[in-house]
Protein backbone atom coordinates (compact mmCIF):
# COMPACT_ATOMS: atom_id res chain seq x y z
CA UNK A 1 0.00 0.00 0.00
CA UNK A 2 1.32 3.07 -0.45
CA UNK A 3 0.46 6.61 0.56
CA UNK A 4 -0.80 8.42 -1.99
CA UNK A 5 -1.82 11.99 -0.58
CA UNK A 6 -1.27 15.50 -0.74
CA UNK A 7 -2.97 17.37 2.05
CA UNK A 8 -2.08 19.26 5.79
CA UNK A 9 0.62 16.73 7.73
CA UNK A 10 -1.96 16.48 10.12
CA UNK A 11 -4.64 14.57 7.89
CA UNK A 12 -1.64 12.66 6.30
CA UNK A 13 -0.68 10.99 9.80
CA UNK A 14 -4.29 10.70 10.43
CA UNK A 15 -5.15 8.35 7.27
CA UNK A 16 -1.98 6.76 8.23
CA UNK A 17 -3.11 5.68 11.30
CA UNK A 18 -6.63 4.85 10.92
CA UNK A 19 -6.50 3.32 7.94
CA UNK A 20 -2.65 1.42 7.64
CA UNK A 21 -3.20 -2.01 6.00
CA UNK A 22 -1.81 -4.24 3.16
CA UNK A 23 -5.12 -4.35 0.75
CA UNK A 24 -3.76 -4.39 -2.35
CA UNK A 25 -3.39 -7.77 -2.74
CA UNK A 26 0.61 -8.96 -3.14
CA UNK A 27 0.20 -12.72 -3.16
CA UNK A 28 -1.20 -14.46 -5.73
CA UNK A 29 -0.31 -18.30 -5.11
CA UNK A 30 -2.68 -17.65 -1.88
CA UNK A 31 -1.68 -21.19 -0.74
CA UNK A 32 1.94 -20.00 -0.49
CA UNK A 33 1.46 -16.96 1.27
CA UNK A 34 4.52 -15.68 3.20
CA UNK A 35 4.12 -16.56 6.79
CA UNK A 36 4.80 -13.68 8.87
CA UNK A 37 4.90 -13.85 12.27
CA UNK A 38 1.08 -13.00 13.15
CA UNK A 39 2.39 -12.04 17.24
CA UNK A 40 4.79 -9.10 15.54
CA UNK A 41 1.55 -8.12 12.96
CA UNK A 42 -0.75 -8.06 15.95
CA UNK A 43 1.89 -5.91 18.24
CA UNK A 44 2.36 -3.86 15.05
CA UNK A 45 -1.48 -3.21 15.76
CA UNK A 46 -1.68 -2.64 18.93
CA UNK A 47 1.24 0.48 18.80
CA UNK A 48 -0.35 1.46 16.10
CA UNK A 49 -3.63 2.10 18.06
CA UNK A 50 -1.77 3.31 20.90
CA UNK A 51 -0.25 6.12 18.86
CA UNK A 52 -3.65 7.13 17.43
CA UNK A 53 -4.87 7.55 21.47
CA UNK A 54 -1.98 9.77 22.07
CA UNK A 55 -2.14 12.15 18.93
CA UNK A 56 -6.14 12.35 19.56
CA UNK A 57 -5.66 13.36 23.53
CA UNK A 58 -2.68 15.44 22.71
CA UNK A 59 -4.48 16.92 19.39
CA UNK A 60 -7.03 18.52 22.25
CA UNK A 61 -4.40 21.05 23.36
CA UNK A 62 -2.43 24.01 21.68
CA UNK A 63 0.27 21.43 21.09
CA UNK A 64 -1.12 18.91 18.93
CA UNK A 65 -1.91 20.77 15.96
CA UNK A 66 2.16 20.93 15.27
CA UNK A 67 3.04 17.69 13.66
CA UNK A 68 6.62 17.48 13.18
CA UNK A 69 8.17 16.28 9.63
CA UNK A 70 9.92 14.04 11.65
CA UNK A 71 6.92 12.47 13.55
CA UNK A 72 5.37 12.57 10.09
CA UNK A 73 8.71 10.60 8.37
CA UNK A 74 8.65 7.51 11.29
CA UNK A 75 4.92 6.80 10.95
CA UNK A 76 4.93 6.67 7.08
CA UNK A 77 8.04 4.53 7.24
CA UNK A 78 6.52 2.39 9.90
CA UNK A 79 3.75 1.73 7.39
CA UNK A 80 5.15 1.07 4.49
CA UNK A 81 7.31 -1.74 6.51
CA UNK A 82 3.99 -3.19 7.38
CA UNK A 83 3.03 -3.00 4.21
CA UNK A 84 5.67 -5.62 3.26
CA UNK A 85 5.38 -7.68 5.64
CA UNK A 86 8.67 -6.20 7.91
CA UNK A 87 6.43 -5.77 10.86
CA UNK A 88 9.48 -5.88 13.82
CA UNK A 89 10.84 -3.12 12.08
CA UNK A 90 7.37 -1.31 12.04
CA UNK A 91 7.57 -1.68 15.57
CA UNK A 92 10.89 0.11 16.21
CA UNK A 93 9.85 2.90 14.17
CA UNK A 94 5.99 3.29 15.87
CA UNK A 95 8.29 3.28 19.01
CA UNK A 96 10.43 5.93 17.61
CA UNK A 97 7.42 8.10 17.04
CA UNK A 98 6.08 7.30 20.75
CA UNK A 99 9.39 8.60 22.26
CA UNK A 100 8.88 11.87 19.71
CA UNK A 101 5.48 12.76 20.79
CA UNK A 102 6.71 12.06 24.93
CA UNK A 103 6.06 10.54 28.19
CA UNK A 104 2.92 12.87 29.10
CA UNK A 105 1.10 12.72 26.28
CA UNK A 106 0.41 8.95 27.76
CA UNK A 107 -1.05 10.01 30.92
CA UNK A 108 -5.02 9.18 30.89
CA UNK A 109 -7.51 11.62 29.80
CA UNK A 110 -9.84 12.67 32.58
CA UNK A 111 -13.44 10.76 33.53
CA UNK A 112 -15.36 13.89 31.28
CA UNK A 113 -13.59 12.12 28.24
CA UNK A 114 -16.01 9.24 28.31
CA UNK A 115 -13.87 6.38 28.83
CA UNK A 116 -13.45 4.46 32.08
CA UNK A 117 -10.02 4.39 32.83
CA UNK A 118 -8.18 2.52 36.28
CA UNK A 119 -4.88 3.85 36.24
CA UNK A 120 -2.88 3.10 33.40
CA UNK A 121 -6.21 1.20 32.11
CA UNK A 122 -8.22 1.54 28.97
CA UNK A 123 -11.41 -0.39 29.06
CA UNK A 124 -13.15 -0.93 25.72
CA UNK A 125 -16.86 -2.53 26.02
CA UNK A 126 -18.91 -2.87 22.88
CA UNK A 127 -21.86 -4.48 21.38
CA UNK A 128 -22.40 -6.25 17.61
CA UNK A 129 -24.87 -7.48 15.37
CA UNK A 130 -25.12 -8.55 11.78
CA UNK A 131 -25.29 -11.44 9.64
CA UNK A 132 -23.55 -14.06 7.42
CA UNK A 133 -24.74 -15.00 4.30
CA UNK A 134 -23.97 -17.43 1.20
CA UNK A 135 -25.05 -18.66 -1.78
CA UNK A 136 -23.89 -21.53 -3.86
CA UNK A 137 -25.50 -22.13 -7.54
CA UNK A 138 -24.73 -25.19 -9.91
CA UNK A 139 -25.64 -25.87 -13.51
CA UNK A 140 -26.70 -29.36 -14.50
CA UNK A 141 -27.17 -30.99 -17.20
CA UNK A 142 -29.23 -34.58 -17.01
CA UNK A 143 -30.76 -36.43 -19.40
CA UNK A 144 -30.84 -33.45 -22.19
CA UNK A 145 -32.75 -31.42 -19.04
CA UNK A 146 -30.93 -28.45 -17.81
CA UNK A 147 -31.61 -27.77 -13.77
CA UNK A 148 -30.13 -25.70 -11.36
CA UNK A 149 -29.07 -26.70 -7.70
CA UNK A 150 -28.90 -23.73 -5.41
CA UNK A 151 -27.74 -24.27 -1.33
CA UNK A 152 -27.89 -20.98 0.98
CA UNK A 153 -28.02 -20.34 4.48
CA UNK A 154 -28.37 -16.76 6.18
CA UNK A 155 -27.08 -16.79 9.46
CA UNK A 156 -28.18 -13.78 11.62
CA UNK A 157 -26.01 -12.79 15.03
CA UNK A 158 -25.20 -10.57 18.09
CA UNK A 159 -22.21 -10.68 20.13
CA UNK A 160 -20.27 -8.67 22.81
CA UNK A 161 -16.66 -7.36 23.25
CA UNK A 162 -14.69 -6.09 26.49
CA UNK A 163 -10.89 -5.26 25.68
CA UNK A 164 -8.73 -4.10 28.49
CA UNK A 165 -5.79 -2.10 27.22
CA UNK A 166 -3.03 -2.04 30.52
CA UNK A 167 0.71 0.15 29.39
CA UNK A 168 2.48 0.07 32.75
CA UNK A 169 5.94 1.96 33.47
CA UNK A 170 7.95 -0.91 33.34
CA UNK A 171 7.35 -1.09 29.38
CA UNK A 172 5.00 -3.83 29.25
CA UNK A 173 1.82 -3.38 27.87
CA UNK A 174 -0.95 -6.32 28.45
CA UNK A 175 -4.19 -6.67 26.15
CA UNK A 176 -7.04 -8.92 27.26
CA UNK A 177 -9.79 -9.39 24.74
CA UNK A 178 -13.10 -11.44 25.55
CA UNK A 179 -15.83 -12.22 22.99
CA UNK A 180 -18.90 -14.24 22.67
CA UNK A 181 -20.98 -14.77 19.65
CA UNK A 182 -24.73 -16.00 19.11
CA UNK A 183 -26.07 -16.87 15.85
CA UNK A 184 -28.87 -19.13 14.38
CA UNK A 185 -25.85 -21.97 13.40
CA UNK A 186 -23.50 -21.73 16.50
CA UNK A 187 -22.34 -19.87 19.97
CA UNK A 188 -18.91 -19.31 20.24
CA UNK A 189 -16.61 -17.36 22.56
CA UNK A 190 -12.80 -16.21 23.23
CA UNK A 191 -10.50 -15.29 25.37
CA UNK A 192 -7.31 -13.84 23.91
CA UNK A 193 -4.25 -12.30 25.87
CA UNK A 194 -1.62 -10.22 24.55
CA UNK A 195 1.65 -9.13 26.70
CA UNK A 196 4.59 -7.53 25.33
CA UNK A 197 7.64 -5.91 27.19
CA UNK A 198 10.91 -4.98 26.05
CA UNK A 199 12.91 -7.01 28.83
CA UNK A 200 16.16 -4.61 28.15
CA UNK A 201 17.61 -2.68 25.65
CA UNK A 202 18.42 -5.26 23.29
CA UNK A 203 15.84 -8.16 24.18
CA UNK A 204 11.41 -7.82 23.41
CA UNK A 205 9.25 -10.25 24.22
CA UNK A 206 5.92 -11.25 23.09
CA UNK A 207 3.25 -13.45 24.51
CA UNK A 208 -0.28 -14.51 23.05
CA UNK A 209 -2.84 -16.90 24.22
CA UNK A 210 -5.64 -17.72 22.74
CA UNK A 211 -8.59 -19.58 23.48
CA UNK A 212 -11.99 -20.21 22.06
CA UNK A 213 -15.07 -23.06 21.95
CA UNK A 214 -17.57 -23.16 19.35
CA UNK A 215 -20.90 -25.27 19.68
CA UNK A 216 -23.19 -25.75 16.76
CA UNK A 217 -26.81 -26.31 16.84
CA UNK A 218 -27.38 -28.64 14.24
CA UNK A 219 -23.99 -30.15 14.25
CA UNK A 220 -23.29 -30.76 18.06
CA UNK A 221 -21.11 -33.11 17.07
CA UNK A 222 -18.44 -30.66 15.55
CA UNK A 223 -18.18 -28.95 18.65
CA UNK A 224 -15.23 -27.90 19.48
CA UNK A 225 -12.21 -26.15 21.73
CA UNK A 226 -9.51 -24.93 20.48
CA UNK A 227 -6.10 -23.34 22.50
CA UNK A 228 -3.36 -21.50 20.65
CA UNK A 229 0.00 -19.96 22.24
CA UNK A 230 2.62 -17.95 21.05
CA UNK A 231 5.94 -17.30 22.18
CA UNK A 232 8.17 -14.52 20.71
CA UNK A 233 11.64 -13.74 21.79
CA UNK A 234 13.69 -11.17 19.72
CA UNK A 235 17.46 -9.92 20.32
CA UNK A 236 18.28 -6.33 18.58
CA UNK A 237 22.50 -7.78 18.83
CA UNK A 238 23.65 -4.72 17.18
CA UNK A 239 21.76 -1.75 15.70
CA UNK A 240 21.56 -3.90 12.23
CA UNK A 241 21.67 -7.27 13.32
CA UNK A 242 18.47 -9.33 15.01
CA UNK A 243 17.66 -12.28 15.98
CA UNK A 244 14.38 -14.05 16.46
CA UNK A 245 12.81 -17.23 18.35
CA UNK A 246 9.21 -17.78 17.86
CA UNK A 247 7.08 -21.19 19.21
CA UNK A 248 3.50 -21.13 18.37
CA UNK A 249 1.42 -24.22 19.52
CA UNK A 250 -1.92 -25.21 18.89
CA UNK A 251 -4.34 -27.73 19.98
CA UNK A 252 -7.61 -28.48 18.67
CA UNK A 253 -10.61 -30.91 20.31
CA UNK A 254 -13.39 -32.16 18.70
CA UNK A 255 -16.56 -33.35 20.77
CA UNK A 256 -16.65 -36.53 18.25
CA UNK A 257 -14.08 -36.72 16.12
CA UNK A 258 -13.33 -38.14 12.60
CA UNK A 259 -11.52 -38.42 9.46
CA UNK A 260 -12.46 -34.93 8.31
CA UNK A 261 -12.85 -33.18 12.15
CA UNK A 262 -10.02 -35.10 14.18
CA UNK A 263 -8.23 -33.45 17.08
CA UNK A 264 -4.88 -32.29 16.47
CA UNK A 265 -1.84 -30.68 18.19
CA UNK A 266 0.87 -28.61 15.99
CA UNK A 267 3.77 -26.95 16.83
CA UNK A 268 5.76 -24.56 15.28
CA UNK A 269 9.58 -23.51 16.26
CA UNK A 270 10.89 -20.80 13.91
CA UNK A 271 14.40 -19.17 13.74
CA UNK A 272 15.33 -15.86 12.16
CA UNK A 273 18.53 -13.81 11.42
CA UNK A 274 18.23 -10.59 9.97
CA UNK A 275 20.61 -7.90 8.71
CA UNK A 276 20.00 -4.36 8.28
CA UNK A 277 22.63 -3.18 5.88
CA UNK A 278 21.14 0.38 5.06
CA UNK A 279 17.94 1.83 6.54
CA UNK A 280 15.92 0.12 3.80
CA UNK A 281 17.49 -2.93 2.85
CA UNK A 282 17.78 -6.35 4.80
CA UNK A 283 18.03 -9.64 4.53
CA UNK A 284 17.00 -12.53 6.71
CA UNK A 285 17.17 -16.16 6.57
CA UNK A 286 14.61 -18.13 8.15
CA UNK A 287 14.51 -21.90 9.44
CA UNK A 288 11.08 -23.34 10.49
CA UNK A 289 9.85 -26.90 11.79
CA UNK A 290 6.55 -27.64 11.80
CA UNK A 291 5.03 -31.10 13.66
CA UNK A 292 1.12 -32.06 13.02
CA UNK A 293 -0.25 -34.90 15.25
CA UNK A 294 -3.77 -35.91 14.59
CA UNK A 295 -5.83 -38.20 17.52
CA UNK A 296 -7.42 -39.79 14.00
CA UNK A 297 -5.94 -41.10 11.09
CA UNK A 298 -2.39 -41.00 12.79
CA UNK A 299 -0.85 -42.09 9.29
CA UNK A 300 -1.31 -38.40 8.64
CA UNK A 301 1.13 -37.22 11.13
CA UNK A 302 4.27 -35.31 9.72
CA UNK A 303 7.16 -33.19 10.17
CA UNK A 304 8.42 -29.99 7.86
CA UNK A 305 11.27 -28.17 7.31
CA UNK A 306 11.43 -24.61 5.98
CA UNK A 307 14.39 -23.16 4.65
CA UNK A 308 13.69 -19.13 3.69
CA UNK A 309 15.88 -16.30 2.33
CA UNK A 310 14.29 -13.06 2.14
CA UNK A 311 15.97 -9.82 0.57
CA UNK A 312 15.05 -6.10 0.35
CA UNK A 313 17.78 -4.25 -1.83
CA UNK A 314 16.73 -0.50 -1.70
CA UNK A 315 18.73 0.73 -5.37
CA UNK A 316 17.49 4.57 -4.98
CA UNK A 317 14.66 6.11 -3.36
CA UNK A 318 12.06 5.33 -6.17
CA UNK A 319 13.07 1.54 -7.37
CA UNK A 320 12.63 -1.09 -4.71
CA UNK A 321 13.03 -4.61 -5.35
CA UNK A 322 11.82 -7.86 -3.02
CA UNK A 323 12.86 -11.46 -3.39
CA UNK A 324 11.70 -14.15 -1.64
CA UNK A 325 13.25 -17.52 -1.87
CA UNK A 326 11.39 -21.19 0.09
CA UNK A 327 12.51 -24.80 0.06
CA UNK A 328 9.80 -27.25 2.15
CA UNK A 329 10.34 -30.57 2.99
CA UNK A 330 7.26 -32.91 4.10
CA UNK A 331 8.07 -36.12 6.02
CA UNK A 332 5.12 -38.18 6.90
CA UNK A 333 5.93 -40.02 10.22
CA UNK A 334 4.68 -43.49 9.25
CA UNK A 335 5.54 -43.44 5.36
CA UNK A 336 3.83 -43.60 2.29
CA UNK A 337 0.05 -45.36 2.34
CA UNK A 338 -1.40 -43.47 -0.38
CA UNK A 339 -1.12 -40.79 -2.81
CA UNK A 340 -3.33 -38.11 -1.61
CA UNK A 341 -2.45 -38.03 2.04
CA UNK A 342 1.01 -39.25 2.74
CA UNK A 343 3.04 -39.13 0.25
CA UNK A 344 6.39 -37.02 1.41
CA UNK A 345 7.43 -34.05 -0.78
CA UNK A 346 10.04 -31.23 -2.01
CA UNK A 347 8.81 -27.78 -2.71
CA UNK A 348 10.74 -24.96 -3.70
CA UNK A 349 9.45 -21.36 -3.89
CA UNK A 350 10.34 -18.23 -5.56
CA UNK A 351 8.61 -15.09 -5.73
CA UNK A 352 10.06 -11.23 -6.72
CA UNK A 353 8.27 -8.17 -6.53
CA UNK A 354 9.67 -5.13 -8.57
CA UNK A 355 7.83 -0.95 -7.69
CA UNK A 356 8.81 1.80 -9.18
CA UNK A 357 7.56 5.28 -7.76
CA UNK A 358 7.63 7.92 -10.78
CA UNK A 359 5.77 10.38 -8.43
CA UNK A 360 3.59 10.69 -5.21
CA UNK A 361 1.24 9.68 -7.14
CA UNK A 362 2.20 7.18 -9.67
CA UNK A 363 3.84 3.64 -9.34
CA UNK A 364 4.80 0.92 -11.51
CA UNK A 365 4.59 -2.81 -10.21
CA UNK A 366 5.92 -6.45 -11.07
CA UNK A 367 4.83 -9.30 -9.52
CA UNK A 368 5.97 -13.13 -9.86
CA UNK A 369 5.37 -16.10 -8.71
CA UNK A 370 6.81 -19.76 -8.66
CA UNK A 371 6.65 -22.81 -7.49
CA UNK A 372 7.87 -26.54 -7.95
CA UNK A 373 6.24 -29.42 -6.08
CA UNK A 374 8.10 -33.06 -6.18
CA UNK A 375 6.44 -36.05 -4.47
CA UNK A 376 8.51 -38.51 -3.46
CA UNK A 377 6.49 -41.24 -5.06
CA UNK A 378 4.84 -40.19 -8.72
CA UNK A 379 0.83 -40.73 -9.35
CA UNK A 380 -1.96 -39.49 -11.48
CA UNK A 381 -4.11 -38.49 -8.40
CA UNK A 382 -0.94 -36.10 -7.46
CA UNK A 383 1.44 -35.28 -9.80
CA UNK A 384 4.02 -33.76 -10.07
CA UNK A 385 3.73 -29.47 -10.86
CA UNK A 386 5.06 -26.43 -11.70
CA UNK A 387 3.27 -23.43 -10.86
CA UNK A 388 4.17 -19.91 -11.74
CA UNK A 389 2.38 -16.52 -11.82
CA UNK A 390 3.07 -13.29 -13.46
CA UNK A 391 1.83 -9.55 -12.99
CA UNK A 392 2.30 -5.94 -14.07
CA UNK A 393 0.48 -3.45 -12.81
CA UNK A 394 0.02 0.29 -12.40
CA UNK A 395 -0.87 2.41 -9.26
CA UNK A 396 -2.63 6.14 -9.51
CA UNK A 397 -3.70 8.74 -6.98
CA UNK A 398 -6.47 10.25 -8.31
CA UNK A 399 -7.40 12.38 -5.18
CA UNK A 400 -6.66 12.34 -1.94
CA UNK A 401 -6.65 9.03 -0.18
CA UNK A 402 -7.64 7.26 -3.09
CA UNK A 403 -5.16 4.76 -5.38
CA UNK A 404 -6.55 2.41 -8.08
CA UNK A 405 -4.14 -0.57 -9.42
CA UNK A 406 -4.59 -1.58 -12.97
CA UNK A 407 -2.99 -4.41 -14.10
CA UNK A 408 -2.97 -7.58 -16.31
CA UNK A 409 -2.48 -11.59 -14.52
CA UNK A 410 -0.54 -14.38 -16.13
CA UNK A 411 -0.77 -17.92 -14.92
CA UNK A 412 0.39 -21.45 -16.30
CA UNK A 413 0.26 -24.54 -13.81
CA UNK A 414 1.84 -27.37 -15.93
CA UNK A 415 2.45 -31.06 -14.39
CA UNK A 416 4.94 -33.43 -15.10
CA UNK A 417 4.64 -37.46 -16.70
CA UNK A 418 7.08 -39.64 -16.63
CA UNK A 419 6.10 -42.23 -19.30
CA UNK A 420 3.62 -42.71 -21.36
CA UNK A 421 1.42 -44.22 -19.47
CA UNK A 422 0.86 -41.39 -16.75
CA UNK A 423 0.16 -38.91 -19.65
CA UNK A 424 -3.50 -38.64 -18.59
CA UNK A 425 -2.47 -36.63 -15.41
CA UNK A 426 -1.58 -33.44 -18.04
CA UNK A 427 -5.44 -33.33 -18.38
CA UNK A 428 -4.66 -31.04 -15.54
CA UNK A 429 -2.49 -28.60 -17.04
CA UNK A 430 -3.92 -25.30 -17.60
CA UNK A 431 -2.82 -21.63 -18.34
CA UNK A 432 -5.11 -18.61 -17.83
CA UNK A 433 -4.74 -14.40 -18.16
CA UNK A 434 -7.13 -11.73 -17.57
CA UNK A 435 -7.36 -7.80 -16.34
CA UNK A 436 -7.57 -7.19 -12.33
CA UNK A 437 -7.75 -4.37 -10.80
CA UNK A 438 -8.46 -2.89 -7.04
CA UNK A 439 -9.84 0.90 -6.09
CA UNK A 440 -8.73 1.40 -2.45
CA UNK A 441 -10.20 4.36 -0.57
CA UNK A 442 -8.30 5.92 3.04
CA UNK A 443 -10.37 8.95 3.47
CA UNK A 444 -10.38 11.05 6.74
CA UNK A 445 -13.53 10.28 8.72
CA UNK A 446 -13.26 7.06 9.14
CA UNK A 447 -13.81 5.46 5.53
CA UNK A 448 -11.90 2.45 4.45
CA UNK A 449 -12.84 0.63 1.26
CA UNK A 450 -11.55 -1.83 -1.01
CA UNK A 451 -13.14 -3.24 -4.51
CA UNK A 452 -11.18 -5.60 -6.42
CA UNK A 453 -12.34 -7.44 -9.49
CA UNK A 454 -10.47 -10.10 -11.71
CA UNK A 455 -11.51 -12.01 -14.54
CA UNK A 456 -9.38 -14.61 -16.21
CA UNK A 457 -9.58 -16.93 -19.32
CA UNK A 458 -8.44 -20.63 -18.19
CA UNK A 459 -8.15 -22.88 -20.51
CA UNK A 460 -7.15 -26.75 -20.32
CA UNK A 461 -5.46 -27.58 -23.62
CA UNK A 462 -5.30 -31.37 -22.97
CA UNK A 463 -9.27 -32.28 -21.01
CA UNK A 464 -10.71 -32.92 -24.59
CA UNK A 465 -8.59 -35.82 -25.22
CA UNK A 466 -8.82 -37.55 -22.09
CA UNK A 467 -12.86 -36.74 -21.44
CA UNK A 468 -15.87 -37.69 -23.15
CA UNK A 469 -18.27 -37.90 -20.63
CA UNK A 470 -19.70 -34.37 -20.26
CA UNK A 471 -18.90 -33.79 -16.76
CA UNK A 472 -15.24 -32.55 -16.15
CA UNK A 473 -13.35 -30.46 -13.69
CA UNK A 474 -10.78 -29.69 -16.12
CA UNK A 475 -13.03 -27.77 -19.02
CA UNK A 476 -12.09 -24.80 -20.81
CA UNK A 477 -13.68 -21.63 -18.06
CA UNK A 478 -14.05 -17.96 -17.52
CA UNK A 479 -14.43 -16.74 -14.21
CA UNK A 480 -14.74 -13.63 -12.51
CA UNK A 481 -13.86 -12.61 -8.92
CA UNK A 482 -15.12 -9.11 -7.56
CA UNK A 483 -14.46 -8.38 -3.90
CA UNK A 484 -15.64 -5.37 -1.47
CA UNK A 485 -14.59 -4.66 1.94
CA UNK A 486 -15.88 -1.83 3.95
CA UNK A 487 -15.07 -0.02 7.37
CA UNK A 488 -16.47 3.03 8.78
CA UNK A 489 -16.32 4.64 11.91
CA UNK A 490 -18.83 6.86 11.40
CA UNK A 491 -19.31 8.26 14.90
CA UNK A 492 -17.10 8.40 18.01
CA UNK A 493 -19.22 5.15 19.36
CA UNK A 494 -20.67 2.72 15.86
CA UNK A 495 -18.47 1.09 13.50
CA UNK A 496 -19.74 -0.34 9.84
CA UNK A 497 -17.92 -3.54 8.73
CA UNK A 498 -19.02 -5.03 4.94
CA UNK A 499 -17.61 -7.50 3.29
CA UNK A 500 -18.52 -9.29 -0.10
CA UNK A 501 -17.50 -11.60 -2.46
CA UNK A 502 -19.05 -12.58 -5.75
CA UNK A 503 -17.77 -15.46 -7.90
CA UNK A 504 -18.95 -16.47 -11.32
CA UNK A 505 -17.76 -19.24 -12.96
CA UNK A 506 -19.14 -19.90 -16.90
CA UNK A 507 -18.15 -23.39 -18.79
CA UNK A 508 -17.94 -22.53 -22.21
CA UNK A 509 -16.80 -26.05 -23.23
CA UNK A 510 -19.79 -28.05 -21.74
CA UNK A 511 -23.40 -26.95 -20.80
CA UNK A 512 -22.89 -28.44 -17.71
CA UNK A 513 -20.81 -27.17 -15.05
CA UNK A 514 -21.48 -23.34 -14.44
CA UNK A 515 -21.26 -22.05 -10.67
CA UNK A 516 -22.04 -18.98 -8.64
CA UNK A 517 -20.92 -18.26 -5.00
CA UNK A 518 -22.04 -15.67 -3.16
CA UNK A 519 -20.73 -14.15 0.10
CA UNK A 520 -22.07 -11.43 2.04
CA UNK A 521 -21.09 -10.33 5.93
CA UNK A 522 -21.37 -7.37 7.83
CA UNK A 523 -21.11 -6.52 11.52
CA UNK A 524 -22.40 -2.89 13.00
CA UNK A 525 -20.68 -2.46 16.51
CA UNK A 526 -21.16 -0.22 19.42
CA UNK A 527 -18.83 1.12 21.67
CA UNK A 528 -19.45 1.86 25.34
Not at 120 to 133: A, H, I, K, L, R
Amino acid sequence: MKILLHTHPLIILTCILIFSGPLHSQTLLESNADNNSDAVATLYQIKLSRLQRLLNIDSSGSQGDEITPELQSWVKDAVQFADQGLYDLAVEFLDQAITIIGPDADEPPDETSGTKFLSNSQWDYSVFMGTEFWQQKFGIVLAENDSTLVEKENNPFVGFRAMLDQSKNTGAQTQWLLEGKLSNEYLSGQLLLDYYKRMSGKCRVFIRNSIEGTSYKYQPDFRYWDDRLDTDLYFDLWSDFMLGFENEMQYRRYAAQSLFFSNYFQNQARFSSTHILKKYTRTEFTLEHRLLSYGYEELRNYNEFIYGLKMWPDFTGKFSLTGRLRKRTRDYVYGYVDSLYTNNFNEFYGSFDVDYQFTHSMELKLEFEFEKRNYELFSTAMPNYTDYNIEPSFGLGIGSGITLYTGYRFRSKRHNIQSTEDISASIEDYYSQGPVFTLDMYLVGGLLASLSNSFQQRRYPNYSSYDDSGLSLYSNRDINSLFFYLTWSFSRDWDLIVMSMLDYDRDISLESGDANSNLFNFELSYKF
